[in-house]
């Protein structure tokens, strides 16, 4: 009963730090299946995504320093959304007023929930970092992973490098969280592939609901490619060591030249 008793307080925990994603996938569906007025349905998107922002931000469910960061990411995703649609790998059929190059502005919102589950979690759940590498290892990983997601439609394809690296750099790496007064740890790399492996599935969710299709999808819905959950994973991995990296420095205080030469 005790076991039980921690799982329903981990995932009352989770279900928390998911709002945010809830709304969007929420919304999503509500807006495919209800006729809408005045706006197309991606500046509806767009509008509760921004109210909910809002709603989180006043009720203290957000803090101001994860609004930042949530911010950060909605730019991050936005940019790769703008490229990912120009090379043709998904596309936003529906009509938009806010919309740029193909791509509606609600999209980097999608992106920004996951740093907000991140956020949320990371605060509600006291996580704590056991042997995390430099940030000599940690900044240019997270860049690399980045750029590969432009670069691999020119030149090869180095996800898979990219992740035996991540298992190198973070082999000794574990991410300590409490429950209910108990902490418990889990490698940190366990924590990716479970992270981005739950983000495939909403991705699923969210491709069935119309928030994009990729080229396979544009007659019939069809299950996403496992495949992705490499490219997710990734991400994920880029997500979790910007906020981790943001959290270090934040904990440290203000940052000066000495604190450099310490963190590398």
């Known amino acids: 009963m005790g076991a039980l008793k921690q799982l329903v307080r981990f995932g009352w925990v989770q279900a928390l730090s998911c709002l945010f994603p809830v ?3 929420a919304s999503l569906a509500l807006t495919q299946f209800i006729p809408l007025l005045f706006l197309p349905r991606y500046d509806w998107l767009l509008i509760i995504c921004l109210l909910m922002q809002w709603v989180m931000l006043r009720s203290g469910l957000e803090t101001r320093d994860e609004l930042k960061v949530i911010t950060l990411f909605h730019c991050i995703g936005l940019a790769l959304e703008l490229f990912k649609v120009h090379m043709g790998s998904w596309s936003y059929p529906e009509e938009g007023y806010f919309k740029i190059l193909g791509v509606p502005l609600y999209s980097g919102f999608m992106y920004a929930s996951v740093a907000s589950y991140l956020c949320q979690a990371w605060r509600r759940l006291q996580v704590e970092l056991i042997k995390w590498p430099s940030f000599k290892l940690v900044v ?5 992973i980045y750029l590969n997601f432009f670069t691999h439609h020119y030149l090869v394809d180095i996800r898979w490098v990219l992740s035996g690296l991540v298992i190198i750099v973070f082999w000794q790496s574990w ?4 429950v209910g007064g108990t902490r418990y740890r889990m490698p940190i790399v366990c924590s990716f592939v479970l992270i981005g492996f739950f983000i495939w599935i909403a991705e699923n969710i969210a491709t069935f609901f119309g928030a994009w ?3 396979n999808q ?4 069809s299950l996403v ?3 992705k959950v490499s490219s997710w994973l990734l991400l994920v991995i880029v997500s979790f060591l910007i ?3 943001l959290k270090l420095v934040k904990s440290r205080g203000p940052i ?3 604190d450099i030469g310490q963190y590398l």
Request: proline content about 7%.
């Open 175 to 178: 991410v300590t969280y409490e």
């Open 256 to 258: 000066t030249k000495k």
């Open 213 to 215: 299709e990729y080229p």
């Open 140 to 144: 240019p990983l997270a860049a690399a």
């Open 243 to 245: 906020v981790a990296t």
């Open 218 to 221: 544009t007659d019939v819905w």
């Open 225 to 227: 490619h496992l495949g």
């Open 23 to 25: 709304v969007i996938f």
